[in-house]
């Protein structure tokens, strides 16, 4: 069955950098953009980042613009996201999600917490 | 850029049909996609373009998508749909993906 699994995450410093990745499993990974969805604590959810099935476009969302850089190794089937200069309000869990075409997010990994805190 | 805008929460009770809007600017103009997030879960889609459901969804969930609204209809509600629901929908002209703020809907 389609799965997307991450890893990364945890308690970092402000101003520290921090990478999640995450493998896919289930699906022909190369066929399907990538987002990067993130959720503070209590609050909705934001869209982070779309890659797609190349990896020759990206897109950021306006909060993580200039911190973030997506990338993916489809030879890995998995995407990765780099954050720079991390804040406390970078404090969420964040999924990536499958693009099943036309934007709609048909599968999501079991999320990785990001706690910014000194 | 797309903004949208959603009641911070709905009740029903249960049996009853729960309506949960989004509001754009011409939403009707594009694709709708709603999510299902359970506390300490992570998101499920439960309609995409607009009314379509994904395998594995009841039929009680269905969709709908005219001017400046699209609406989330679940019939029959239970115990069990009680739940945050977000919209989504891409925004074409800032490239973003935009969601809705979300829903909390009570089952009474």
């Known amino acids: 069955q389609v799965q997307l699994v991450q890893s990364g995450g945890g308690v970092v410093q402000p101003g520290t950098s921090l990478r999640l990745s995450c493998e896919a499993s289930?699906?022909?990974?190369?066929?399907?953009?990538i987002h990067w969805v993130r959720q503070a604590p209590g609050k909705g959810l934001e869209w982070v980042a779309l890659i797609s099935l190349d990896g020759s476009t990206k897109y950021y969302g306006d909060s993580v613009k200039g911190r973030l850089t997506i990338s993916r190794d489809n030879s890995k089937k998995s995407v990765y996201v780099e954050m720079s200069n991390l804040r406390p309000e970078d404090t969420a869990i964040y999924y990536c999600?499958?693009?099943?075409?036309?934007?709609?997010?048909?599968?999501w990994g079991q999320g990785s917490l990001v706690t910014v805190s000194s | 850029s797309n903004v949208l805008t959603q009641p911070p929460a709905v009740s029903v009770a249960p049996g009853e049909t729960a309506r949960i809007t989004c509001g754009g600017d011409?939403?009707?103009?594009?694709?709708v996609n709603w999510y299902q997030q359970k506390s300490g879960q992570a998101p499920i889609l439960v309609i995409f373009y607009d009314r379509v459901r994904p395998s594995g969804i009841p039929e009680r969930f269905s969709g709908s998508n005219s001017g400046n609204t699209a609406t989330l209809i679940i019939s029959r509600v239970e115990a069990g749909d009680a739940a945050d629901y977000y919209c989504q929908v891409w925004d074409g002209g800032s490239d973003h993906v935009v969601f809705g703020g979300g829903t909390t809907l009570t089952v009474l």
């Open positions: 289930g699906f022909i990974f190369s066929k399907y953009a």
């Open positions: 011409n939403i009707g103009t594009i694709s």
């Open positions: 999600a499958k693009d099943m075409g036309g934007f709609p997010f048909d599968a």
